[in-house]
Structure formats: C-alpha cells, structure tokens
C-alpha cells in the first residue's frame, strides 16, 4: 500500500491523522489483500484502488460526521461487510464507538479478526441480521447497502428519539429518488444530501443525512 496516497488523500478531505492511524489503516488493508481471495469482500484487487475506492470512499463523510455526531456517540454500521465505513471512521474518530452490524459468520469473523489484529479499541462486531437488533443507536450509517426503503421500517426501530442517520450514496438524483419513495411510503424527516468529494475518483458520491425520522402510520 502507497502510504503517501493515503495521507495525501486524508489530507485533502481534512482529516487531522497520525501515523498510528495510517499503521493501523494499513494492517486493515493487508487483511483485506490476504482475507479477499476466499471471502470475496471487494471487487478491487489492488492495494491502491482499495486506498481509493473504499477507504478514502469512506472517510469522505469524515467532516460529515464530526459535525453531527457528539464525542461518545456510539454508531452502528449497517450491514458492514468488509468493514466500509465502520472500520475506518472508528480508526479516525478514536473518540466515537462504533458497533459492526454484520450477519455473515465469515464475514463477521473477519471483522473480529481486524479489530483485534489492528488493535481498534472502539469498535466491536455483533453478528445478527439488523431486523434482530435490539439496541438503540445515536448514529446509524450503511454503505452499499440496500436501498433506504427496504430497510426503513428495521432501520426505525435502532433509532432513538434524537438519532441521526448517515447512508452513503451514489449520484445525487438516485439518492434523492430514494428519498421520494420513501416519502410516498409514509415516512417523514428531515433530510440533507450533501456532495462528497473523494480524492483521485472521478466518480459522484453523496451523503443522506436524515434527522426526525418516522413512520406516519
């Protein structure tokens, strides 16, 4: 992994690292390198495209999140997969917990096994389908995950009073006809969806970030 491709990129979106952060982002990356060809967790096989396309993808939101979020905070990355965005905020933002809310045994326990080989402290995998959660969240995110209103309804019952939830999204027009059908089913809130800018992707990205959110039944 090109170390100075990371920094240069966190550096660009505005993301004050260390390099204890960059050691530990780059022991993920190797996981990944070594973990993929069995578990198929990313379509990219080199180091740098995952660099591009996922992690620095998914620090994107960083501002994002520091902005709506509260030091303490504990939030729940939907369907976390490889680990995209849950693992790499919780390395960035040592001062959030995270919970990684993933139902495939393999991948969970892959999951478990960067936690614990990159020594994140504030991050934990709880293997369980999002309908079997029980927990309230303060934040909620899901990247590549389905779309919004598939998973309202379970989304809706993680959620507290005064949640926030933050989905990564493509272009923009598809982000907001998501938003639409989930008006037209019912559901209320209050939405932003903000432009990313991922560094060296020429490729649309944006964030929904929704507040008051329910269902008017």
């Known amino acids: 992994m090109d170390r100075e491709l990371l920094e240069s990129g966190l550096e660009r979106i505005g993301v004050p690292y260390s390099a204890d952060m960059i050691d530990r982002i780059s022991a993920y990356i ?24 996922h992690v620095l993808d998914s620090a994107a939101a ?10 303490g905070s504990v939030i729940a990355d939907l369907g976390s997969g490889a680990g995209f965005p849950g693992i790499v905020l ?27 080989r990159a020594g994140i402290k504030n991050a934990e995998c ?51 006809s998501e938003l639409d059908v989930l008006r037209g089913e019912g559901y209320s809130f209050d939405a932003e969806v903000l432009d990313l800018k991922v560094p060296y992707l020429d490729e649309r990205r944006t964030l929904c970030v ?6 008017n039944r």
């Not at 919780?90 to 991948?107: C, N």
């Open 62 to 71: 960083y501002p994002v999140f520091m902005s709506k979020t509260l030091p």
């Open 210 to 215: 929704l507040t008051n959110w329910k269902h």
């Open 126 to 176: 709880d293997e369980k389908d999002l309908k079997e959660e029980r927990r309230a969240f303060d934040a909620v995110t899901a990247r590549a995950f389905h779309p919004l209103y598939d998973i309202a309804e379970d989304v809706l019952s993680v959620l507290g009073p005064s949640s926030v939830s933050l989905f990564y999204k493509g272009q923009r027009q598809n982000a907001v």
């Open 30 to 53: 190797s996981e990944i390198v070594l973990f993929n060809p069995a578990y198929k967790l990313v379509g990219d096989k080199n180091p740098d495209e995952i660099v591009i396309r």
């Open 90 to 116: 919780s390395i960035l933002m040592p001062d959030r917990r995270f919970v990684l809310v993933e139902r495939m045994r393999r991948r969970s326990q892959f999951l478990s096994l960067v936690i614990a």
